[in-house]
């Protein structure tokens, strides 16, 4: 007997379904996509629909990732100045 096949994986996501799957709200992705200063990931404009493709929304959660030594440290703060007068 013939297994039914499976459906694959959708490569592009609405806004919504890219959202549920970055497990980020659906505004989030809304207002980086307005700012347009790289903040969210990258999209497909279609017109008046928007799109999200799987692996650019894997490759921009890849390059979001920070490493615990590599956190910030709070500066320490430099000596003032000194005049020699």
């Given at each position: 007997m013939r297994q039914p096949e499976q459906a694959a994986p959708a490569e592009y996501f609405t806004t919504t379904e890219a959202a549920r799957y970055?497990?980020?709200s659906v505004q989030f992705l809304e207002v980086a996509r307005h700012r347009g200063d790289?903040?969210?990931?990258?999209?497909?404009?279609?017109?008046?629909s928007v799109r999200?493709?799987?692996?650019?929304?894997?490759?921009?959660?890849?390059?979001?990732?920070?490493?615990?030594?590599?956190?910030?440290?709070?500066?320490?703060?430099?000596?003032?100045?000194?005049?020699?007068?």
């Open positions: 970055l497990r980020l790289g903040r969210g990931p990258p999209f497909v404009k279609l017109s008046r999200y493709r799987r692996s650019a929304l894997d490759a921009w959660m890849a390059a979001q990732e920070k490493l615990p030594d590599r956190a910030e440290q709070p500066k320490a703060k430099s000596a003032p100045a000194v005049d020699a007068a």
